[in-house]
């Protein structure tokens, strides 16, 4: 059975922290790569961070320095730590996964509509 599932979204201010998971199944886990995507309303969908099945990560250009992507082999488990947020971080945030080992990491960050599951997704607000 196929599992995505994210938690830990809610409302910080600004320059808080928050730290997302995302609960995987264990089929889905040990292929090749993992990621986060978000989408604000009425905006594109965008690639936040991505990781491989060798910790390779890939992150945003408005992310990099404030958020961390990692994950927990034990307990087939992706994070995403988010520190020094921002307002414009304000955004539903999806889990996502592919098995394809033939699309890199890098290739997901550009293309997360592209990853073959996803999660329901999770509200992050930012306030100032």
């Known amino acids: 059975q196929v599992q995505v599932e994210e938690s830990g979204g809610g409302s910080v201010p600004a320059g808080g922290s928050l730290r997302l998971s995302c609960a995987i199944s264990?089929?889905?886990?040990?292929?090749?790569?993992l990621g986060w995507f978000r989408q604000a309303p009425g905006k594109e969908r965008e690639g936040v961070a991505t990781i491989d099945s060798d910790g390779n990560t890939h992150y945003a250009d408005s992310v990099k320095g404030r958020f961390t992507i990692s994950k927990d082999n034990a307990k087939n488990t992706l994070y995403l730590q988010m520190n020094s947020l921002k307002t414009e971080d304000t955004a539903m945030y999806y889990c996502?996964?592919?098995?394809?080992?033939?699309?890199?990491?890098?290739?997901?960050?550009?293309?997360?509509?592209?990853?073959?599951?996803r999660g329901q997704g999770t509200q992050v607000t930012v306030s100032s």
């Open positions: 996502a996964a592919d098995r394809r080992s033939y699309l890199s990491s890098a290739y997901f960050l550009v293309w997360p509509r592209d990853f073959g599951y």
């Open positions: 264990e089929s889905l886990y040990s292929r090749y790569c």
